[in-house]
């Protein structure tokens, strides 16, 4: 497959066709798509194999695989030999095919990575603070951006297919549970992030919701490739979630499909006083003022202190109250959806995501589940960097999967 050399002037090649294979003419790079997604959603594969799961004929595979391996897109790997017949060879992908960059835009941290072209992350710059400054933020990412190129190498670097943007579609907002000010809130009103970004730099650049990027990498390199529809909860400064149906990411004509964090918990005061939302009870910012209240760190909230003493009684507490408050949100996410499963990760050790899963499973069981069925609730696998991998991941996918509809997956 020929590298796209539109990515550096910021045309990424485009395909909305479905990722089955054609034996027809005309068809070659969605053909060689096809193959490279059959292997990163299945792992090595043989060329069998990557016949049978495209629907091309072997003699198809082969060419493609030839094309593939010339372009250092793939790999071959060590003959695997059976009790009868010729060896098999599984094909891989190389991880030094193509890379990516992702950047997680947060409310506590900024996070730049490099990913290579299997999705594992090469390198990662991280920023923390109490709130960003859009004043001096772009000035670190763009510094960041220049470190990485540096550390590809000139060669290396023609290879980075694109930046992907993962951040809160309204970053100013809820001020008051961050005890931001108003004006440094408001900073971030009229800020265009993608075209900010843009302007450093020559590739392509993609934005996307945060926590919907976390689902992406969840779905692409997670626990998602193998449950068709999910519910995604990701806790964080504040909950969120996304929504995969069918296999496809559904982000919703703004892009804000399941936005958990602003479900309400009940039906409101008699005072005509809106019920509280989801974010105020579920997320880590939450966490962080009981910490703060008890005079402990609250930087615990993003490590093992957390389930430690003397921070634990704390987690505790908080936990009573969110877990239900989950419960509640997937119970009504449920009666909505036909979900295969609810997926749950979070910014935090996999400790407390454990505990977590463990009360909120607890808090499931005392809802009624006459007249729909009950997902099966499931920890993700990705953690803290799944908002900047599931940005990284955007350009790798607009470049070299077969939809540009992005992360439908192929039947197994």
Known sequence: MPKNTDTLNGTPAQDGMRPRGSNQGGLRQ???RVVLQAIRLHGELPKAEIARLTHLTPQTVQIITSR??????????????????QPSVPMALNPDGAYSIGIKIGRRSLDVLLLDFTAQVR???TLAYEFPDPDTLFDEIRARLKRLRRSLGPRRAQLLSGIGIAAPLSLGGWQSLLGVAPEQAAKWNDIDIRARVAAM????VELVKDTAAACVAELVAGRGRSVRSFLYVFIDTFIGGGLVIDSHLRPGATGNAGAL???????????GAPPPQLLSVASLVTLEKMYAQAG??????????????????????????????????IHGATALLELDGVIVDGSFSRDLLAQVLAQVGGALDRFSWEGIARPELLAGTIGADARAIGGAILPLYANFAPDRDLFLKLDR
């Open 30 to 32: 969605f053909n060689e």
């Open 68 to 85: 593939l391996e010339a372009d250092a897109l793939v790999l071959k790997r060590a003959p695997v030999r059976g009790k009868i017949g």
């Open 123 to 125: 390198e990662r710059l």
């Open 201 to 204: 730099t020559t590739l392509p």
């Open 261 to 271: 964090g602003s479900m309400p918990l009940g039906l409101g005061g008699a005072d």
């Open 296 to 329: 402990l760190d609250a930087r615990a909230v993003a490590d093992a202190r957390a389930v430690e003493a003397p921070w634990l009684p704390v987690t505790n507490e908080w936990m009573r109250q969110a877990c239900p408050a989950i419960a509640m949100a």
